[in-house]
């Protein structure tokens, strides 16, 4: 008898819950009756019960009036009651008092409080002590509950009214990009027009952004002749609308002959935020496309590469679909390049450029000799190596950088002062950052402000000048920072009697790559000042691109450079863009669009997910758990102490 008489707390929950579904979710249905019915019942019963059960307590003759301790299940019979009556009357049809919008107000409240109450009021009643005792502990219950009940309904009073309202208070930060320089220096070397048309109502708050931005680029780029901004209204000029293909208002299209891309940003500013805070960069991709002629990038495979979708079991953040996903943003088709597709006896003649991303197996002698050939006649290679690391095989280095008067050291750099927190153990010290920038134009952006634009890279090798080679000039890009060394034994100590490297060489830029008869006869690297440079491999000027013989290669110290965990990185995705459009013939390389996205640098791997969300969540909770119980514990000893 005694588990029956401990279900009469569920009593009014389950009574409420039928209500509901018989007056709401399941009206047309034949049960309709019984299931308000069996509701009315069970409030019912729980409000006798309590009744009985609060009289035999013997504690309203303690000084607690009966109303008190069956507040909870009169408050949740009579919000029952204003549900039915709410969804039996009739519509009024906006003439006079709204009867059934007042009683679904009404029955929400009550059931609120209701519900609210229940809990602290049962718990009293529950409660094994003396009846005096336990009448203060049921009043002060429903107090308490009353007051949240209350502040619940408040808020939720206050959430109504301002979503009715239409009232918007946006205190995060927002602000749509202006042109950056990437863009700026494609519209200036347009050479034939382009027409920019924004699709927006009159006074549309996200056309209003747009509009501006549009408006900003043609001013500053000075080249309104080729770029015609025009806005109008799709369902006032269905013409126009027709004429671009713009499928209604929040679109952005742009025209050069017949080429057309559309751009969608939405009408609605709180659903357009996340695009407008890249606008630069999605607008650049649009434009990409229809200012320049695709063409095509080969990455070769089979030796191990990275890619773009990696094997079961390997780290997918070591892939290379972000990068990928940056060629063809920029109007690039990326094809792979193996053994069968060219690679083993002529590289196509439409490859723009071949990329080679951490590769862990030796080319086979007809792929290098194929690589040879394809940089004699004008190609451009762009190399990322993989160094050494504990359980993997060591990754070859290609001939050809010998031929370059280039070598690679394999071991994995680190550093104890200049890293990257990632998993916050030692081997974040392999996770290096750097803004030592050389002066050339592939890093121009990035040296100008180099304090906020450092590059990551993770377990990175060395490059290692050899023996000059005549006729082929090397230009350092960018070095590690002071103070790194070769962790040659994996512990991620600088061990006793290893001096430090000064500045480790991470990125080159081989050009002059011609056949040795070529070479020969070829001029003398001339000097900004006319006269011969004394050495073949000083970096070229920053202002302008550097003259480029046949064969063009741009040699990475770190595969990881191209990697989904790095190119979350502004600095790494410019470094990659203006890499792959210089080699792509651009004289003046694209570098990354302008964002106000507040993109995060790095995160945990999946088994470090603890840590962050340990002293978010876990913590708090914590805190709260330990005040709950101590607040408990004093307050039964301040009345174990009263008379």
Request: glycine share 10%; aromatic share 6%.
């Amino acid at each position: 008898m005694r588990p029956l008489l401990r279900m009469r707390p569920l009593l009014a929950p389950l009574g409420g819950v039928l209500m509901v579904l018989g007056a709401g979710l399941w009206a047309a249905s034949p049960v309709r009756p019984y299931l308000l019915l069996a509701g009315v019942i069970l409030l019912a019963l729980a409000l006798v019960w309590c009744l009985v059960n609060f009289q035999r307590a013997d504690v309203a003759a303690a000084g607690s009036p009966w109303l008190v301790a069956a507040s909870p299940q009169v408050l949740l019979l009579a919000a029952a009651l204003l549900h039915v009556a709410a969804g039996a009357l009739p519509p009024t049809g906006g003439k006079g008092i709204d009867w059934p919008a007042l009683f679904a107000g009404g029955w929400a409240v009550l059931a609120t409080l209701g519900a609210v109450l229940l809990v602290p009021v049962e718990l009293a009643l529950w409660t094994p002590v003396p009846p005096a005792i336990q009448a203060q502990r049921v009043r002060r219950a429903a107090e308490a509950g009353t007051t949240l009940g209350l502040l619940l309904v408040l808020v939720a009073t206050l959430v109504f009214l301002f979503d009715r309202l239409g009232w918007q208070w946006d205190l995060s930060y927002f602000r749509t990009t202006q042109p950056g320089s990437a863009t700026l220096e494609v519209v200036e070397g347009l050479t034939e027009p382009v027409d920019v048309a924004l699709f927006f109502a009159d006074g549309d708050a996200v056309g209003r952004r747009v509009l501006g931005y549009a408006r900003a680029l043609a001013a500053r780029a000075g080249a309104s002749a080729m770029l015609n901004v025009q806005a109008y209204d799709a369902d006032l000029e269905p013409a126009r609308a027709d004429e671009f293909k713009a499928r209604g208002n929040g679109r952005v299209v742009l025209r050069r002959g017949a080429v057309l891309r559309t751009l969608a940003i939405g009408t609605d500013l709180r659903e357009a935020r996340g695009i407008l805070r890249k606008l630069d960069g999605e607008f650049l991709k649009e434009l990409l496309h229809v200012a320049r002629q695709q063409q095509v990038v080969y990455l070769t495979v089979g030796h191990g590469e990275r890619n773009e979708q990696q094997d079961e079991g390997v780290d997918k953040e070591q892939g290379t679909q972000r990068f990928a996903e940056l060629l063809r943003a920029a109007n690039f088709e990326v094809r792979p390049l193996g053994y069968t597709e060219g690679l083993g006896t002529n590289i196509p003649d439409d490859a723009a450029l071949v990329g080679s991303v951490g590769a862990q197996t030796p080319f086979r002698p007809a792929e290098v000799e194929a690589l040879r050939r394809y940089l004699q006649r004008g190609g451009r290679v762009l190399l990322f190596l993989e160094p050494r690391r504990q359980g993997r095989q060591s990754g070859p280095v290609l001939p050809l950088l010998k031929e370059w008067g280039l070598s690679y050291d394999e071991t994995v750099l680190a550093n104890a002062q200049f890293y990257a927190r990632r998993t916050f153990t030692p081997q974040d010290q392999t996770l290096l950052v750097t803004n030592r920038y050389m002066n050339h134009v592939l890093v121009r952006e990035l040296r100008a402000n180099a304090a906020q634009n450092p590059l990551v890279l993770f377990g990175a090798g060395t490059l290692v000048r050899e023996k000059p080679v005549q006729g082929i000039a090397i230009a350092d890009l960018f070095f590690g920072m002071p103070g790194s060394w070769g962790d040659r034994n994996g512990n991620f100590k600088q061990d006793a009697g290893l001096e430090p490297a000064s500045q480790p060489l991470l990125g080159a830029v081989v050009t002059g790559l011609a056949a040795p008869d070529a070479a020969a006869s070829a001029p003398k690297a001339k000097s900004p000042a006319g006269t011969p440079s004394a050495d073949p491999r000083s970096p070229p000027a920053a202002d302008k691109a550097p003259p480029r013989n046949p064969g063009t290669a741009i040699v990475f110290a770190d595969a990881d450079l191209a990697s989904d965990l790095l190119m979350r990185t502004r600095a790494n995705n410019s470094l990659l863009l203006s890499a792959v459009t210089w080699l792509a013939g651009e004289e003046q390389p694209l570098s990354a669009p302008a964002s106000e996205e507040d993109v995060q640098l790095l995160h945990a791997k999946r088994s470090e997910l603890a840590w962050f969300y340990l002293p978010v969540f876990v913590v708090p909770l914590l805190v709260l758990g330990i005040g709950a119980v101590l607040a408990v514990r004093r307050g039964r000893r301040q009345e174990e102490e009263r008379p």
